[in-house]
């Protein structure tokens, strides 16, 4: 007490009961404002829908069905434009409306830019969310998307032209060599060769010979079991946590964890040791010279999440290609007509950047894609907090999405929408990269994403997708086998991309005089 006896004096007067009563009226007033006014910013004046057949524990599970992209569009028509389902524990959100996934994918982006992780993700895949195509903007995301976004801009595409354009021949190639060998050709495998081939390419300096390449082997294999194994089928944990502990005493986690340490890994080091030492530019060689200061570990997510994202994604819409060209014959008649009309006038193959010489291919691939979208709920997105938008409150740790195929069928956005008609894009031929960034109603379709977290392989895509369904059409038609038309309707979903059942058709070699080269 001593001590502080050089402190001023202060008379301090007990305050009366009074003053106490007034004061605490005062809090709670000063309280119940504040909580009226965070309440009233996050309060929903609408209830957001859910379809009936919820059942306890298992929620909507049972009658989402086996084509779930048609099952979920089906509801929205029935309740709207946006959509809550329940699958176990988990809320998903689904949103079929242009404008309103443009204002929460785009306009709310710092707020909805969370991914979804799965158990496999966000416990292995990731090594501790690193990477792009899951990691959380508080996280490493922003720094590897500084590397995506300068990897993949159209200025370094452009020193991969020449490489597509070869991939596209080759490809071509392969397809009719394999129907003169077989009689006809089920598609999958060269189209993965093909993807891979300029992933890897991109990432690693390497290209792969053949089907047969053993590296190519082990490649395609990790590639197609981290994908099934980052899906939710596989992670039934997500959605019934007790299913965590079954997963545990089953090994599936120790699974897991060893297949990303002895093989993905093993296997992306190897690679990543290998493109230090290959001739010619590549990814690796680019982190490496400019002192990137990630480590070896953000290397090996990061490339698999470039080669896992830009791999089937290509395949996928090729297949859906090659099969709309078979079944409308009419429609593949003016495919032809147009690029040999291109090819006698210029003695080759058209280039990417003469595609809007060739406005009916640029609309047939456009029509695909809004027809067949890919990944039909895009990489869905995570609530990080309660999201408002439009009176509705998407509840934190939501899972929410696009619903690609209900919002590419989209009566107030597109005419006469359940009809396969190319020509509606004869006047939007801009690159889907510009469209996917400019203004919601310009859109052609939303199959790269919105906003801070859409792809940013999209110009890359679109280089593919034309170059080499220009260099198959230059060459060969596509025609049924004598067991009928390939299926254009029934989708599987694997892991969020929308596959076509396993088809087989006949690439057979055009009988003209043309060249089918790029350069004469
Ligand atoms: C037709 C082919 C493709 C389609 C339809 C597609 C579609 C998508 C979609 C829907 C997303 C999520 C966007 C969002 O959340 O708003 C995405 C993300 C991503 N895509 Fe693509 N993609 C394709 C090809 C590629 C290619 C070739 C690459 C090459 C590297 C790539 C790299 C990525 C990456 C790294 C992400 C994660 C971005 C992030 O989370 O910040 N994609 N893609």
């Not at 859906?320 to 291109?342: A, H």
């Not at 809004?370 to 990080?384: D, E, H």
């Not at 999405?401 to 359940?418: E, G, I, Q």
Request: hydrophobic share 40%; net charge positive.
């Amino acid at each position: 007490m001593e001590s502080v006896a050089f402190l001023p004096r202060i008379n301090i007067k007990k305050p009366s009961l009074r003053t106490i009563a007034a004061a605490t009226v005062l809090l709670c007033v000063y309280i119940a404002i504040r909580r009226s006014l965070k309440n009233k910013s996050l309060k929903a004046t609408k209830e957001i829908p859910s379809p009936p057949s919820c059942y306890p524990i298992f929620g909507h599970l049972f009658s989402i069905g086996n084509m779930l992209d048609r099952t979920i569009a089906d509801w929205h028509d029935e309740l709207g434009p946006i959509l809550k389902i329940k699958v176990g524990s988990r809320t998903i959100v689904s949103i079929n409306e242009p404008k309103l996934a443009h204002k929460l994918f785009a306009s709310l982006g710092t707020k909805s830019a969370f991914r979804f992780q799965t158990d496999f993700v966000r416990n292995h895949y990731t090594l501790g969310e690193k990477g792009i195509a899951f990691s959380q903007p508080d996280g490493y995301w922003k720094k590897s998307r500084t590397i995506a976004s300068a990897a993949f801009a159209p200025k370094q595409i452009e020193k991969y032209m020449d490489f597509i354009y070869q991939e596209s021949d080759q490809l071509a190639n392969n397809l009719i060599e394999g129907t003169e060998k077989e009689s006809s050709v089920c598609p999958f495998d060269y189209l993965d060769l093909f993807s891979m081939n300029i992933a890897t390419k991109i990432n690693f300096g390497k290209r792969f010979e053949s089907l047969q390449d053993p590296d190519y082997i082990t490649m395609s294999e990790i590639n197609k079991s981290s994908v099934i194994l980052a899906g939710s089928a596989k992670n039934t944990c997500d959605f019934f946590p007790a299913f965590s502990v079954i997963d545990f005493f089953s090994g599936k986690k120790f699974r897991a964890k060893q297949f990303i340490k002895l093989h993905h890994n093993t296997f992306y080091r190897y690679m990543i040791q290998e493109a230090r030492l290959r001739e010619g530019t590549n990814l690796i060689k680019v982190l490496d010279e400019n002192n990137c200061d990630s480590t070896e570990d953000e290397r090996i997510v990061l490339t698999s999440d470039f080669t896992g994202a830009g791999t089937d994604s290509i395949s996928v819409n090729l297949s859906w290609f090659i099969i709309f060209t078979c079944v409308y014959p009419q429609i593949q008649l003016k495919v032809i007509d147009e690029i040999d009309i291109f090819v006698r006038s210029h003695q080759r193959l058209p280039l990417f950047k003469e595609r809007l010489e060739l406005p009916y291919c640029i609309s047939f691939i456009k029509e695909c894609m809004r027809f067949r979208p890919n990944l039909v709920f895009g990489l869905p997105r995570k609530a990080y907090h309660d999201i408002e938008i439009d009176g509705y409150v998407i509840p934190k740790d939501a899972m929410f999405m696009p619903n690609l195929y209900s919002m590419h069928r989209n009566p107030t956005f597109y005419n006469n929408p359940k009809a396969f008609f190319p020509e509606r894009y004869l006047d939007n031929l801009r690159t889907m990269q510009a469209a996917a960034n400019g203004r919601v109603e310009k859109r052609d379709h939303f199959n790269f994403g919105w906003g801070r977290r859409g792809c940013p392989g999209s110009y890359l895509s679109e280089v593919e997708l034309f170059s080499s369904y220009v260099a198959i059409m230059a060459r060969c038609r596509i025609e049924p086998t004598s067991d009928g038309m390939p299926d254009s309707e029934t989708t599987v979903n694997i892991a969020l991309n929308n596959w076509p059942l396993p088809f087989k058709v006949k690439f057979t070699k055009r009988a003209n005089s043309l060249p089918t080269e790029y350069d004469n």
